[in-house]
């Protein structure tokens, strides 16, 4: 059973900047592209970024380019979202899944119906 657990949300000024990890078990997990999601109250969960199950290709929804950066520690089972600059309209609950197939690549935005597993989401909440 694939378990993922998000951690490394919180409160933090305009500006400012988080790291979030999410911690994967239960897959091979250097075989499987891993992705960002987040969601306000009241929208529709949205894309945030994609690494593939090497980190060598990574995609970015265009409001994070230059802001975020997606890593991930195949040896220690774990993705980051390294968000700098945040502003308040990045405020949402992020949340990490794991692709359905093994060595997928990353060539452009994936959809949702990609990801097999996701985590419980952890809340960032940006202050203006």
């Known amino acids: 059973q694939v378990q993922l657990v998000e951690s490394g949300g919180g409160l933090v000024q305009a500006g400012g900047s988080l790291r979030l990890s999410c911690a994967a078990s239960?897959?091979?997990?250097?075989?499987?592209?891993m992705g960002w999601f987040r969601q306000t109250p009241g929208k529709e969960r949205a894309f945030v970024a994609a690494?593939?199950?090497?980190?060598?290709?990574?995609y970015f929804a265009d409001s994070v380019k230059g802001r975020f950066t997606i890593s991930r520690a195949n040896a220690e089972n774990t993705v980051y979202l390294q968000m700098n600059s945040l502003e308040p309209e990045d405020t949402a609950v992020y949340y990490c899944?794991?692709?359905?197939?093994?060595?997928?690549?990353?060539?452009?935005?994936?959809?949702?119906?990609?990801?097999?597993?996701w985590g419980q989401g952890t809340q960032v909440t940006v202050s203006s």
């Open positions: 899944a794991a692709d359905k197939i093994e060595f997928r690549p990353v060539v452009g935005a994936p959809p949702q119906v990609d990801f097999g597993s």
């Open positions: 690494i593939n199950w090497s980190g060598t290709s990574t």
């Open positions: 239960g897959l091979i997990f250097s075989r499987y592209a």
